[in-house]
């Protein structure tokens, strides 16, 4: 690896043991075995780099949420049972991801002490929702119509905003798969009149 990946790498491991506002660039060249200078270089900031690092970790837990990953996709798009067979996926992966989830949550409050570092991830968070209605549409991103990252992108990543909400706060009690998919059906159910 070069310096660029090394940064990247140690950022990473920093933002999972100290957070975004405790990581020090510093702390950033001491755990990638680099120099300040190819922080400039490489990122421009340590605040860009750190936004790098952390897009890299949540583009990681994404990509472990397809029910594809690891495990074969059984039910047809836009069914209730692929809503469910994603959510399970979603869930699964909360164990390992807590940390990553938590720094999601620091970043979510930290109001204009960080505009820049703001801006940067709102960029992510559309490419998040056009992630989220592929998966749940079960096609490929650019296959995707605007509107529908726009409207079922924006909708799964509420979903997903508070279904983390509960599995960080109280595991025991979060919602399941099964009790999101349950709870949709009913809604469709009384809107729909059926």
């Excluded at 957070?19 to 190819?38: P, Y």
């Excluded at 798009?77 to 940390?99: D, K, Y």
């Excluded at 930290?110 to 549409?137: I, N, P």
């Amino acid at each position: 690896m070069g310096h660029r990946e090394d940064l990247l790498e140690g950022a990473k491991r920093c933002l999972l043991e100290k957070g975004f506002l405790r990581t020090t660039a510093r702390d950033v060249v001491k755990e990638s075995g680099t120099n300040l200078a190819s922080i400039g270089y490489h990122y421009g900031s340590k605040d860009a780099l750190l936004v790098q690092a952390y897009i890299s970790l949540i583009e990681g837990v994404g990509e472990r949420f397809d029910p594809a990953h690891g495990a074969e996709v059984t039910q047809p798009p836009g069914s209730l049972e692929r809503f469910r067979e994603v959510w399970a996926g979603v869930i699964r992966t909360v164990p390992e991801s807590r940390p990553i989830w938590l720094l999601s949550f620091e970043l979510m409050f930290q109001d204009e002490r960080l505009q820049e570092v703001r801006k940067l991830l709102a960029e992510a968070q559309r490419e998040g929702r056009a992630g989220l209605a592929a998966m749940f549409a079960g096609v490929p991103e650019a296959d995707l119509d605007p509107e529908a990252v726009e409207t079922e992108g924006r909708f799964y990543q509420t979903l997903l905003n508070g279904l983390m909400v509960q599995w960080l706060f109280d595991p025991g009690s979060a919602t399941t798969a099964d009790q999101l998919t349950e709870g949709l059906r009913r809604v469709i159910e009384d809107v729909t009149g059926d």
